[in-house]
């Protein structure tokens, strides 16, 4: 028996046989700081099957995520492993992870971002405009397309792909991301998995088309993260993603590039309308600014907003935690954690912690003002941490970015009366009626 063995176990209940507390987790979202308030920083349970440790706090953030691959190996539900595929960046570990990891954040480098500005700016005013025209609208539906439409344009060249059968395709595909693994016809997973072999076909489609435009002008400037990825070539080898992993791989970034930052986004939408003052303070920072283009140098000069930005991401973060499968036997707290369990890592618990964050419920973005006491090393981790942060993370900063920016200057929105705007957690956070606001422009003194 090694010594970590020798430990006991951390507190907690396992629940039911087989099931465990896998619906609690799923349902309640206070499901940790319920049983954290019980048991103490680290606790036990049983999820999806497998007995689960939860850790929560900074040193416990840390400790996960700084020993990826010695203690810890990332893991998914099996419903997301099976949709993601074999070759997705989120699911490949060690060496290869690290080998694939470098040719994709080509896509997201700053020159690759001051390239983006232009597409992503039209897309905004496009639908800035549809959502004048309606007046009044239920905004969350219309910002998945939204985001959608710049993730197609940006990393795979498609216009308006929301509306097209790949956009029809990918909704279907993610709606059955985090289900049972059951796959029949009427089941959500089913129908994922009937859609991620025609979305792999049409994702097919386009990178052989790219890749006889690239021969035929191989001088051609890149144009989308698609035009990056097919250039890019490992360091060690000299080689090139295939086209299998290629599907794979853009398929995750059309995920990554949607469903979370739709919840971002939103989440800003509804924070700013119920913090008037906030939302003051943002317009009067963008003031400074008028009728200068968008680009990155004056996107970073708008710290006002990056606050804001950044207290949006920890008061909803739009990914909880990430789970992790235990390689070998380790401890932590003075608890055994054994081989063959899983660990989570905890986003949100830390997030809404008061001795991290005083009075954690409050929308405050003075937290993060530069003369703001400094933050302990992984307490805000919206994109996670380690060697397995996001990929995208400049990306999605950029589109939050120029997408508030936009607003502040040139709308007002408003929330409506008579709706639900509690915040439904699973898969990713959005408020529970969609978000009904009236949308108008910003009246000029």
Not at 71 to 91: D, H
Not at 218 to 234: F, G, K, Q, V, Y
Not at 237 to 252: F, Y
């Given at each position: 028996m090694t010594a970590a063995r020798k430990l006991p176990l951390?507190?907690?209940?396992?629940?039911?046989?087989?099931?465990?507390?896998?619906?609690?987790?799923?349902?309640?979202?206070?499901?940790?700081?319920?049983?954290?308030?019980?048991?103490?920083?680290?606790?036990?349970?049983?999820?999806?099957?497998?007995?689960?440790?939860?850790?929560?706090?900074?040193?416990?953030?840390?400790?996960?995520?700084?020993?990826?691959?010695?203690?810890?190996?990332?893991?998914?539900?099996?419903?997301?492993?099976?949709?993601?595929?074999?070759?997705?960046?989120?699911?490949?570990?060690?060496?290869?992870?690290?080998?694939?990891?470098?040719?994709l954040v080509q896509a997201f480098q700053p020159r690759a971002l001051a390239e983006y500005i232009p597409a992503m700016a039209s897309i905004s005013d496009r639908y800035c405009q549809s959502w004048l025209n309606q007046k009044e609208l239920t905004w969350y539906p219309q910002l998945r397309n939204y985001t959608l439409d710049i993730a197609c344009k940006l990393l795979i060249g498609l216009d308006h792909g929301s509306k097209t059968q790949l956009g029809e395709l990918f909704e279907t595909w993610c709606a059955g991301l985090f289900s049972l693994?059951?796959?029949?016809?009427?089941?959500?997973?089913?129908?994922?998995?009937?859609?991620?072999?025609?979305?792999?076909?049409?994702?097919?489609?386009?990178?052989?088309?790219?890749?006889?435009?690239?021969?035929?002008?191989?001088?051609?400037?890149?144009?989308?993260?698609?035009?990056?990825?097919?250039?890019?070539?490992?360091?060690?080898?000299?080689?090139?993603?295939?086209?299998?992993?290629?599907?794979?791989?853009?398929?995750?970034?059309?995920?990554?590039?949607?469903?979370?930052?739709?919840?971002?986004?939103?989440?800003?939408?509804?924070?700013?309308?119920?913090?008037?003052?906030?939302?003051?303070?943002?317009?009067?920072?963008?003031?400074?600014?008028?009728?200068?283009?968008?680009?990155?140098?004056?996107?970073?000069?708008?710290?006002?907003?990056?606050?804001?930005?950044?207290?949006?991401?920890?008061?909803?973060?739009?990914?909880?935690?990430?789970?992790?499968e235990v390689l070998r036997d380790n401890e932590y707290g003075g608890f055994s954690i054994p081989k063959g369990w899983s660990a989570l890592y905890q986003i949100n618990s830390t997030h809404t912690d008061s001795t991290v964050f005083p009075n954690p419920k409050d929308f405050d973005p003075e937290r993060f003002a530069p003369d703001a006491p400094k933050l302990e090393p992984f307490s805000h981790l919206p994109f996670g941490g380690g060697l397995r942060e996001c990929l995208g993370k400049e990306f999605a900063r950029l589109e939050m970015k120029l997408f508030a920016a936009l607003l502040l200057r040139e709308y007002q929105w408003t929330l409506l009366p008579n709706q639900d705007l509690s915040i439904k957690i699973v898969p990713t956070p959005k408020p529970r009626d969609g978000l009904k606001v009236r949308f108008e422009k910003l009246a000029t003194s």
């Open positions: 951390p507190p907690g209940n396992f629940g039911p046989p087989l099931i465990g507390e896998t619906l609690k987790f799923f349902t309640d979202s206070d499901f940790a700081s319920k049983r954290h308030a019980e048991f103490g920083p680290v606790f036990k349970t049983k999820l999806l099957g497998s007995p689960t440790i939860f850790i929560k706090g900074p040193e416990g953030n840390r400790f996960i995520l700084s020993h990826e691959n010695e203690y810890f190996q990332v893991s998914w539900p099996p419903s997301v492993k099976k949709l993601l595929g074999p070759l997705s960046l989120s699911l490949q570990s060690g060496h290869t992870h690290l080998a694939r990891r470098k040719l693994p059951i796959n029949l016809p009427w089941t959500a997973f089913g129908q994922a998995w009937r859609s991620r072999t025609k979305l792999l076909n049409e994702i097919e489609r386009l990178v052989c088309d790219r890749q006889t435009r690239l021969q035929a002008n191989p001088n051609r400037p890149e144009t989308d993260a698609l035009d990056i990825m097919l250039n890019a070539r490992d360091e060690e080898t000299g080689e090139g993603l295939s086209i299998e992993e290629l599907k794979d791989q853009v398929l995750l970034l059309l995920f990554a590039g949607h469903e979370t930052l739709t919840s971002a986004i939103s989440s800003f939408c509804l924070l700013a309308a119920q913090n008037p003052q906030v939302m003051a303070k943002a317009r009067a920072e963008q003031s400074q600014f008028t009728n200068q283009p968008l680009s990155l140098d004056l996107l970073k000069q708008m710290t006002y907003l990056d606050q804001v930005i950044k207290e949006v991401m920890r008061l909803v973060p739009p990914v909880g935690g990430g789970f992790r």
